[in-house]
């Protein structure tokens, strides 16, 4: 098993849990050549949602729930994607820091006192709710332990792939260099051309 809308990207998980919230956002119709939409219908996101529950949990180490989707959770599920796209862009780069205020996000979740004392927050809710939960829990813990600044989408904003920046000064800006940052570079190249052509005339 393993995370089922990233490794479609040949990415890498970010680590522990947070490789939910990137698994959610690579549902998205990402990369080159695009994915398909894993969100699109009722099954495709019920069967995304059971596989990455399930893979959660191992990371969690916890048992994972059954969560169950009906029609109406699609277009919540869809729209949290987006702001959470948004929320991980402002992050990213001061250039799209407007964003994180449009943002208007909550969630209801559980605290629990668990093993040796710990407090824990569980997710609570039903369907899309529950979802809503379980990610914004994994946000708070990554932001908690300042991994949540490497996870970012691909500066290609056609592409947007979610990924885990692992460079030491957290500077990736592609999801894959040799696909989105060279494509920049050829539309870089071609529009200096351009530019020096419309110049010549
Ligand atoms: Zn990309």
Request: charged share 20%.
């Amino acid at each position: 098993m393993s995370w089922p809308a990233t490794t479609r990207y040949q990415l890498d998980a970010a680590p522990a849990s947070l490789a939910l919230v990137q698994d959610f956002v690579n549902t998205l119709p990402a990369g080159i050549p695009r994915g398909t939409d894993l969100l699109a219908d009722l099954p495709a996101a019920q069967a995304w949602l059971d596989a990455a529950v399930e893979e959660w949990a191992r990371a969690r180490e916890v048992a994972g729930t059954a969560v169950v989707l009906g029609e109406a959770d699609l277009v919540h599920l869809r729209a949290l994607r987006t702001d959470l796209v948004g929320l991980i862009r402002a992050g990213a780069g001061a250039d799209n820091a407007e964003e994180e205020h449009r943002i208007s996000l909550s969630a209801t979740s559980l605290l629990q006192v668990g093993d040796a004392g710990r407090v824990r927050a569980l997710p609570s809710g039903k369907g899309w709710r529950y979802v809503a939960s379980l990610l914004l829990i994994e946000i708070y813990d990554a932001q908690r332990v300042n991994t949540w600044r490497r996870l970012k989408t691909c500066r290609n904003h056609r592409c947007s792939a979610a990924f885990f920046d692992r460079s030491r000064n957290n500077s990736r800006a592609w999801h894959d260099v040799g696909v989105c940052g060279n494509l920049a570079n050829l539309q870089a190249h071609r529009a200096r051309k351009r530019a020096q052509n419309s110049q010549g005339q």
